[in-house]
């Protein structure tokens, strides 16, 4: 049975930092697309970045230059570091991961305060 898990959410001042972790049990997903999603209230969930296999990764315009999608593929584990947090950041974090089908966590909540 696979399953993804998310850390490392919480509550953060605007202009603060926090990384996101999601470790995935069950399968390896060291050579498939991991990426994280998020969903703010009212709002339809959105891609925040991805990275492939082979480590290309994408950015929403909205997180580039102040986020940074990593992995370590011995761990089957998907990082997300934010720096700059901003209020508009606000969402439940989801992680995805994609073989054959996709996978999601149950979603970590972050909160920047203004």
């Known amino acids: 049975q696979v399953q993804l898990v998310e850390s490392g959410g919480g509550l953060v001042q605007a202009g603060g930092s926090l990384r996101l972790s999601c470790t995935a049990s069950g399968s390896n997903f060291g050579s498939n697309v991991m990426a994280w999603f998020r969903q703010a209230p009212g709002k339809q969930r959105e891609l925040v970045a991805s990275?492939?296999?082979?480590?290309?990764?994408n950015y929403a315009d909205s997180v580039k230059g102040r986020s940074t999608i990593s992995r370590d593929n011995a761990k089957n584990t998907v990082y997300l570091q934010m720096n700059s947090l901003k209020p508009e950041d606000t969402a439940v974090y989801y992680c995805?991961?994609?073989?054959?089908?996709?996978?999601w966590g149950q979603g970590t909540q972050v909160t920047v305060s203004s």
């Open positions: 990275i492939s296999g082979g480590g290309n990764t």
């Open positions: 995805y991961a994609n073989k054959f089908r996709a996978y």
